[in-house]
């Protein structure tokens, strides 16, 4: 499994130590980063998967990943309905 990730790390909302151990335990476990990238657009052809545009946040440069499934998530906002 790859991540994208658009900033320089995962969790920058976390203390840097504790986000780079946090990385380190998920790169044990098998996943694979890809920081300061940003997915440009995409194409779903169900049986034959996703193809996802990417470019390069520091550089510009495009890059290209194919996968079966793709997760996608923007941000994060708190809930405090009812609080």
């Given at each position: ?24 335990l998920?790169?044990?476990?098998g ?5 300061n ?5 995409g ?30 998530s ?10």
């Amino acid at each position: 499994m790859t991540v994208i990730q658009h900033t320089d790390r995962i969790c920058p909302f976390l203390d840097v130590e504790v986000g780079k151990a946090f990385s380190n335990l998920l790169k044990k476990q098998g996943l694979k980063f890809l920081f300061n990238t940003k997915v440009k657009n995409g194409v779903n052809s169900k049986e034959k998967g996703v193809l996802i545009n990417l470019e390069d946040t520091v550089t510009g440069a495009p890059s290209k990943i194919e996968t079966d499934v793709a997760l996608i998530s923007i941000g994060r906002h708190a809930f405090t309905g009812g609080l």
